[in-house]
């Protein structure tokens, strides 16, 4: 952030308390701390929860988890059932925090969760979504985009809970 998001004046870097050097109005007279957006990524799991849904979107023959940005006022559980509900028809439940990763081509922090389908149906996917597809575990592990934030996500749950 260079710019005051009020006043437009230049920002500089000023010493706060125990923070380190943070950007600073002169003419405001404030410091503005760093503004990011923020987004929930899903590790949706079949009813049997043997079975992880992978998803391909935007024409790109990669499969990835769903995913989607938190909307203002909404906390983060909720914008994993609108998200999936919205991407793929499904309502999930049993929704668990995993972790998180911050993602600086869009300057987004990422809140990774995992959650249960109440259904495999997926005829009810919209036009966000190319194609989606249930996997195993193993095969899950091998078909997710390798070496992004969706591989981590998965491989973190996969250690860490299964």
């Known amino acids: 952030m ?6 437009g004046n230049k920002l500089i870097k000023k010493e706060h308390k125990n923070d380190g050097l943070i950007p600073y109005c002169s003419k405001c007279g404030e410091f503005r701390f760093p503004v990011f957006s923020a987004a929930c990524s899903m590790v949706v799991m079949n009813p049997d929860k043997n079975k992880i849904l992978l998803i391909q979107q935007y024409g790109k023959k990669r499969n990835v988890l769903v995913a989607g940005y938190i909307n203002k006022g909404e906390n983060a559980e909720d914008a994993v059932k609108r998200e999936v509900k919205e991407e793929t028809g499904i309502d999930v439940y049993n929704i668990k925090y995993n972790n998180s990763e911050y993602f600086e081509p ?3 922090l990422m809140l990774n969760f995992s959650c249960v389908a109440k259904s495999e149906d997926l005829s009810g ?12 575990f193993n095969e899950a592990k091998e078909n997710i985009m390798p070496d992004g934030s969706a591989q981590r ?5 996969l250690d860490h809970f299964i």
């Open 153 to 157: 996500f998965l491989d973190f749950f």
């Open 106 to 108: 869009t300057n987004t």
């Open 125 to 136: 996917i919209n036009n966000e979504i190319d194609k989606a597809e249930w996997f195993s």
């Open 2 to 7: 260079s710019y005051c998001c009020k006043c």
